[in-house]
């Protein structure tokens, strides 16, 4: 096996023992519920990707998940495929133009591929970020067979690079990682001019060069925008989220602040609490991570140039600068206390591993190649690979408190009621707790009992007037909440932690042995993780819609 096929073995183990809990999650979250199908008889509406949300690609990929019958596992297969040749086309094409030695490519993918700050790895709907993200290095690699191939294999690799791309802008802010594939272009072309042009003109004529010679890739971010604001333009909700505008010095310093703390900060603190709380895991990543750099055996290279040593830290933060700008001026900012509002930060591994790799080649100057990649890219994949799991924990524990809700729902005939709140006890249980969302309630609703216009919510998530606020999004242009209906009787379902539950860690250890050992019955084991008990009625602190319409009559 050539040394370039080996590492690429090692990566992609190592990828599959790192993302091996997302094949074995087949839980909806969030959003999820608003485009895919649990199973074939329950009714969605997703039209307003196409029409509304400006998302003509996500509603591709969702309409063939749901036509197949089985949209969970495609949605995971895409997810994992794209992870696997985002990692394989960025070692390939790294070390193709020998940017980084094949140790470097491989510990640079994985910091990119197991980047924790992004917490939806399990996300179903999400998993086209994914996938796109690794179709930006697909198409990245092939832009490199393009560039050195000549005739038919040329044309046909040019036709696939820009197929690629185009397909990758499903997740609009790759344009922003596209922008430095064609920067690399440009410098392709200009290290191949003539160096007694002079400077001027020789910067000028590479970029006539790859204006000229590659016009469909200059031209396929306008075509593809151009597509969206002529056929798929947002409209109502959506153009209110996406509130492009021309932020302020101060609005773009806590816009990039807001990234800062979300995406490495809180990432470093989560790191260091759940090293604490689940060293088991973290001693796990350990031994995984020594078996990479044993496998690896990184080389005595040469001590990189300062340009060699300075270029990935500008490179870090230019590309930090880049990948945030088009949330920061749409107003939206990354959270990392709930997992799905982690979702801006998928591709922010990518300035991270640069971070990394400026700051292994550094240390490389006094401690040598392989001990500066052991101790730098080591201890990054340890957090990436250690912090990675816990989050894959974490949403399958809420999976599961998912499946025990909906069953429990379904084996009970169905109260005189079609809102819902849901009281959850589980709040003040001692383990990670993020409230279920909106979709969620209404989602597990329908599943339990069918498609009727129920509306549901956990209480402690949203505000006393969410019935006006839901009725108002519902009749709202585009909307994707047409089949709720917040006006109808009322009850509250208080879940209480039952005799079965148990911190995250435990609980998903307890559903692996039920579920891949055969210890116990999995429905025996949901059964006995939560108490569910209802309550018909109206529900306490929620604004009635007929007190709020009273409220807004103007008295005479």
């Known amino acids: 096996m050539s040394p370039l096929l080996r590492a690429i073995a090692v990566l992609l183990l190592v990828l599959l023992a790192a993302h091996a809990p997302m094949l074995l999650n087949h839980g909806l979250f969030m959003d999820d519920w608003l485009v895919l199908k649990p199973r074939p008889d329950y009714f969605i509406d997703i039209d307003f990707l196409l029409n509304s949300a400006g998302h003509p690609i996500f509603y591709s990929y969702d309409r063939f998940a749901n036509w197949t019958g089985a949209p969970v596992a495609v949605m995971v297969s895409l997810a994992f495929a794209g992870v696997v040749l985002g990692a394989t086309c960025l070692v390939l094409t790294a070390t193709r133009l020998e940017l980084l030695d094949r140790a470097e490519a491989v510990g640079f993918a994985l910091v990119v591929w197991t980047y924790p700050g992004y917490q939806l790895w399990a996300g179903k709907a999400n998993a086209v970020y994914v996938f796109s993200f690794g179709l930006s290095f697909v198409g990245a690699w092939l832009l490199t067979l393009a560039f050195g191939a000549r005739g038919l294999p040329r044309a046909l690799l040019r036709v696939a690079c820009a197929l690629v791309f185009l397909l990758s802008f499903a997740l609009n802010s790759t344009i922003m990682l596209y922008a430095f594939v064609m920067l690399g272009l440009f410098i392709a072309m ?87 709380q689940l060293p088991a895991l973290f001693v796990m990543a350990t031994l995984l991570v020594g078996i990479v750099v044993l496998l690896l055996r990184p080389g005595t290279e040469p001590t990189a140039s300062r340009s060699g040593r300075a270029l990935p830290l500008i490179l870090a933060a230019a590309l930090f600068l880049a990948l945030s700008s088009p949330y920061v001026i749409a107003g939206l900012r990354p959270y ?110 329908r599943l339990a009992w069918g498609n009727q216009p129920f509306f549901g919510f956990t209480l402690v998530a949203e505000r006393p007037t969410i019935l006006q606020e839901m009725e108002e999004s519902r009749t709202a242009p585009g909307s994707a909440f047409h089949h709720f209906d917040p006006s109808g009787p009322q009850a509250t379902i208080l879940l209480q932690p039952g005799p079965g539950a148990a911190p995250n860690e435990i609980l998903v250890r307890r559903y692996y042995a039920c579920r891949f050992l055969a210890r116990c019955d999995v429905g025996e084991f949901l059964a006995q993780l939560a108490k569910v008990t209802i309550k018909v009625g109206p529900i306490a602190g929620v604004i009635p819609l007929d007190d709020a319409a009273k409220d807004a009559t103007p008295s005479r």
């Open 190 to 276: 200009w290290r191949g001019a003539d160096g007694a042009h002079g400077l001027v003109r020789r910067t000028w004529l590479a970029a006539w060069r790859s204006a000229v010679g590659y016009p469909e890739l200059v031209v396929l971010p306008l075509v593809y925008w151009g597509a969206l604001n002529i056929w798929f333009k947002r409209i109502g909700v959506y153009a209110q989220h996406y509130n492009a505008h021309f932020p302020t010095l101060g609005e773009l310093a806590k816009g990039w602040g807001a990234f800062v703390v979300a995406g490495y900060r809180d990432v470093l603190a989560n790191a260091a609490r759940a090293a604490i």
């Open 336 to 445: 990392s206390t709930h997992f799905y509002e982690s979702r801006h930060l998928l591709m922010f591994g990518v300035p991270s591993a640069l971070a990394l790799l400026a700051l292994k080649r550094y240390a490389q100057r006094w401690a040598g190649s392989g001990a500066a990649f052991a101790v730098v890219f080591g201890l990054g994949m340890i957090v990436s690979i250690g912090l990675l799991w816990t989050d894959y924990i974490f949403l399958q524990a809420r999976m599961l408190k998912q499946e025990a809700l909906t069953r429990d729902l379904a084996g009970r005939v169905q109260p005189p009621a079609t809102v819902y709140a849901v009281d959850d006890g589980f709040q003040n249980y001692p383990a990670r707790f993020v409230p279920f969302g909106l979709a969620e309630v209404t989602g597990m609703l």
